[in-house]
């Protein structure tokens, strides 16, 4: 079994900062893509960022700029730092990974998602 777990979200005054984190543990053959997601009040989940296993990195339009992905593949964990915060950044961040795995001795590949973590932004 694998589990994402998140770190680093709390409160903090518009133009603040935060660095959230998620680390991955289980039985990893190897994770792909890794990639942090948040959803508001009343709107859908959106996507703010992605890294491939390669590094390379992709943002909502709305954080580019301002936030930045990245990973520790020796950890097994992804970072989003979040910097010049604005209150239109609350919400619950998830991040998720997609992880390879081995059972019965076959290859398999699975998506999984953190519990999430709340970012509030005050102004």
């Known amino acids: 079994q694998v589990q994402l777990v998140e770190s680093g979200g709390g409160l903090v005054h518009t133009g603040g900062s935060l660095r959230l984190s998620c680390a991955a543990s289980g039985s990893i053959a190897g994770i792909n893509a890794m990639g942090w997601h948040r959803q508001a009040p009343g709107k859908q989940r959106e996507l703010v960022a992605h890294?491939?296993?390669?590094?390379?990195?992709d943002y909502a339009d709305s954080v580019k700029g301002r936030f930045t992905i990245s990973r520790d593949d020796a950890k097994n964990t992804v970072y989003l730092q979040m910097n010049s915060l604005k209150p239109e950044d609350t919400a619950v961040y998830y991040c998720n990974a997609v992880v390879t795995v081995y059972r019965d001795y076959i290859r398999r590949v699975y998506d999984y998602w953190g519990q999430g973590t709340q970012v509030t932004v005050s102004s």
């Open positions: 890294i491939t296993n390669g590094g390379s990195t």
